[in-house]
C-alpha cells in the first residue's frame, strides 16, 4: 500500500479501454462501486463519482472514473483537509478494492449486457453531462502542481491573488526586518532608538486596540496580510487555499473577496474588544470566516448530499481542532477566530438564505445592504463601547515613580557622620525632592484611563507617595530639630518599609491571577 502525499493528497490511474466500450466500462464500475457501499453521487456519460463513508480512520474519499478519449481516468482524493500531508495510504487502498470489485462484477454481467447497457443508456440521457465541472473538488482538479496555486483560472480568480499578497507582505516584512539594521548602522543611531526602531518594524501592519480606536483604522486591513513567521503563513496560507477551491467557484469571486476581508475586519474588532493591549497579525480571522462560511454552505445543503455529508464532517473535524487549539495554545488569538468565524457563517447565510427558504430570488441589492447595516452595526458597537486605556502612558510615568522611589531610598543611608547642614541638604536631595516628585506623578497617573489592574497599582502608589512625602517631611523636621524626633522617624520609616513590601505582594499577585 503506498502513501499519497501532497496539498490534495490522491492515488490516480489511466487504464486504456482499447477496444473495450466505455459504457460497458461505467456499468461495470457502479455495480462495484454499489457492492463496496460506496455513495454514489453522479453517473453520467462522461463518467460517475462517489464517496467512501465515513468512518473512524476516514472522513471520506471522493472516487471518480472519468472517460477521456480511449481512457478511464480512475481516481480517488481526499475530500478535506489532510493532517500531516498523506493520505495513510487510504487512496491506493481504494482503487485496489475497485479493481477487484471490478473483475468480480466483469465477471458476473457478462451474460446480461444487452439489458445493462440499454438501462444504462436511457439512465445517462437524463443526467447532466457537465456536472463533473461543478462537482465539489472540480476546482481541485484544476491543481496540478504548485505553481498551478498562484494561477487565477475559472471559479479560481481572487483566491491566487491574496495568496500572493499574502507571500509578497511576508517578503517584504523579511526584507524589512534585515535592511532597518544597515540603515541603523548607516545612521549611527542610539541603541534605544534602534530597539525602538526594530520594535516598530517587527509590529508593522498589526493591530493594536489603543492603536486601531485612536485612529489606525487601516490597521484592520493590512494585518489580515501580516504574518509572524514562515510557518505562521504557510499553515495559514494552506488552509486558505483548500477553502478557496472549495467555495469560491460555489458562491463568486466577488462574494469571496467580501466575506474575506469583512470577516477580518469584524475578527480584528473582536479581538481588540477582548484584548487591552496585545498585537495580532495573520489572516486567521479571515480564514476563520471562510470555514463560517463554508459551514453555512453545508448545513444549507449547497453541494451533493453525499458530498456534503464527507465535507460537513472533514470541515467541522479540522474547525474543532482549530478552535482547541487556539483555546490552549498562549500565543493564539482565539477572540479573533471567533470573530471571523460568526462572521463569515452570517455573512454567507445572508447571501444565500433564499435558497435555504425557497423564496423567489432575493436581489443582491437588498443581501449586500443587510450585510453593510449588520457589519456598520458591529463596527459601532466595538468603537462605543470599548474603552481605551492608556497602557503606555501608565507605563512611563511608573517608571518615573520607580526611579523616585529609589532615589528616596537612599535616604536611609544618611550618615550620623555628617554635619548638621549636609544632613538638611541630603534630605532636601534624596527625600523631599524626589517624595515631592512622586505626588505630581500620582496626579497624573489620577488622569489616565485605566483597567482595574493598572487602577489598583495606581492607588497604592497614591498611598505610597503620600506616605513617603510624609516620612521625607518628618525626617527633615528631625535633622533640623537636632534629632528630637528619631522615635518618630525609626517608626515611619519601618512603616514606610513594611508598605513597599506589602504593596509588591500585592501587585505581584493580582499581575499572576490575571495571567
Not at 98 to 106: A, G, I, P, T
Not at 167 to 194: C, D, H, R
Not at 422 to 441: C, R
Request: glycine share 6%; charged share 20%; aromatic share 14%.
Amino acid at each position: 500500500m503506498s502513501i499519497s502525499w501532497g496539498y490534495s493528497p490522491k492515488t490516480e490511474k489511466f487504464i486504456p479501454l482499447s477496444d473495450f466500450p466505455a459504457d460497458k466500462y461505467l456499468i461495470i464500475v457502479r455495480q462495484a462501486i454499489e457492492n463496496l457501499g460506496w455513495k454514489l453521487s453522479h453517473v453520467s456519460e462522461s463518467g460517475i463519482i462517489a464517496y467512501t463513508p465515513l468512518s473512524f480512520q476516514s472522513y471520506s474519499e471522493e472516487i471518480s472514473v472519468r472517460i477521456q478519449a480511449n481512457f478511464a481516468v480512475v481516481k480517488s482524493e481526499c475530500v478535506g483537509i489532510q493532517l500531516l500531508f498523506n493520505d495513510y495510504g487510504k487512496n491506493d487502498a481504494n482503487l485496489e478494492k475497485l479493481f477487484h470489485e471490478f473483475e468480480y462484477v466483469q465477471y458476473h454481467l457478462q451474460e446480461h449486457w444487452d439489458e445493462q447497457v440499454k438501462a444504462f443508456r436511457k439512465y445517462v440521457s437524463l443526467q447532466d453531462d457537465d456536472y463533473f465541472e461543478k462537482a465539489p473538488l472540480a476546482a481541485k482538479n484544476k491543481i496540478k502542481n504548485i505553481f498551478n496555486l498562484l494561477l487565477p483560472t475559472k471559479g479560481y480568480t481572487v483566491t491566487p491573488i491574496l495568496l500572493i499578497i499574502n507571500i509578497l507582505f511576508f517578503v517584504g516584512w523579511i526584507l524589512l526586518l534585515i535592511a532597518t539594521p544597515i540603515f541603523a548602522a548607516f545612521q549611527k543611531l542610539s541603541p534605544e532608538v534602534m530597539a525602538e526602531t526594530m520594535r516598530n518594524v517587527h509590529l508593522i501592519g498589526s493591530i493594536n486596540r489603543k492603536l486601531v480606536l485612536e485612529g489606525d483604522y487601516w490597521r484592520l486591513i493590512t494585518y489580515q496580510f501580516m504574518h509572524a513567521s514562515l510557518r505562521h503563513l504557510f499553515f495559514n496560507m494552506y488552509a486558505f487555499v483548500y477553502l478557496g477551491l472549495m467555495i469560491e467557484n460555489k458562491i463568486g469571486w466577488k462574494n469571496f473577496l467580501l466575506v474575506y476581508i469583512l470577516s477580518g475586519i469584524c475578527g480584528g474588532l473582536n479581538s481588540i474588544a477582548f484584548h487591552e493591549n496585545i498585537y495580532t497579525v495573520g489572516a486567521s480571522g479571515a480564514i476563520m470566516g471562510l470555514f463560517g462560511s463554508m459551514m453555512a454552505l453545508l448545513i444549507n445543503q449547497f453541494f451533493e448530499k453525499n458530498a456534503n455529508k464527507a465535507l460537513l464532517v472533514s470541515t467541522g473535524f479540522v474547525l474543532a481542532l482549530m478552535l482547541v487549539n487556539g483555546s490552549i495554545t498562549p500565543m493564539v488569538d482565539n477572540a479573533c477566530h471567533l470573530g471571523g468565524l460568526v462572521s463569515g457563517f452570517v455573512i454567507t447565510y445572508l447571501l444565500i438564505f433564499d435558497h435555504q427558504w425557497g423564496l423567489k430570488k432575493v436581489s443582491s441589492t437588498l443581501k449586500y445592504a443587510n450585510i453593510l447595516f449588520l457589519f456598520g452595526v458591529f463596527n459601532y458597537a466595538i468603537f462605543a463601547l470599548t474603552p481605551v486605556y492608556q497602557h503606555e502612558e501608565f507605563a512611563k510615568l511608573k517608571s518615573e515613580f520607580d526611579n523616585n522611589i529609589g532615589n528616596f531610598n537612599e535616604v536611609l543611608g544618611l550618615k550620623t557622620s555628617y554635619s548638621k547642614a549636609d544632613k538638611e541638604q541630603f534630605v532636601l536631595e534624596h527625600g523631599i525632592k524626589p517624595s515631592k516628585a512622586n505626588l505630581q506623578v500620582t496626579k497624573k497617573m489620577a488622569m489616565l484611563r485605566l483597567n482595574k489592574q493598572n487602577t489598583l497599582e495606581k492607588n497604592l502608589k497614591t498611598k505610597l507617595a503620600q506616605e513617603t512625602f510624609e516620612a521625607a517631611e518628618l525626617l527633615l523636621k528631625d535633622v533640623r530639630s537636632g534629632h528630637q524626633y528619631k522615635n518618630e522617624v525609626t517608626a515611619k520609616i519601618n512603616n514606610l518599609i513594611e508598605m513597599q513590601a506589602k504593596f509588591r505582594d500585592s501587585l505581584g499577585y493580582k499581575s499572576q491571577w490575571l495571567n
